[in-house]
């Protein structure tokens, strides 16, 4: 990522409800773009962060299309 001038996500991201527990995790998160990377398809942790504004990806969909995800990058 840095070698593309890409932002450098936070790597192992749990989303916290306001009761501080984990409602869910991403592999990487950019939390000023409220940005988070599954690996795997998850519905319910899509579910979660969707709920909360963020924009999802799962890894499947970036290496269909890697172009849209880094459009919401930068």
């Avoid at 899509?46 to 999802?56: A, D, I, L, T, Y």
């Amino acid at each position: 990522m840095q070698n593309h001038n890409w932002k450098i996500p936070e790597v192992g991201y749990e989303l916290i409800d306001s009761n501080d527990v984990v409602i869910a995790e991403a592999e990487f998160a950019w939390l000023s773009d409220k940005l988070a990377l599954l690996v795997e398809e998850d519905i319910d942790s899509r579910k979660c962060f969707e709920n909360r504004g963020w924009k999802v990806f799962c890894i499947d969909e970036v290496l269909v299309n890697p172009e849209e995800f880094k459009k919401k990058l930068f």
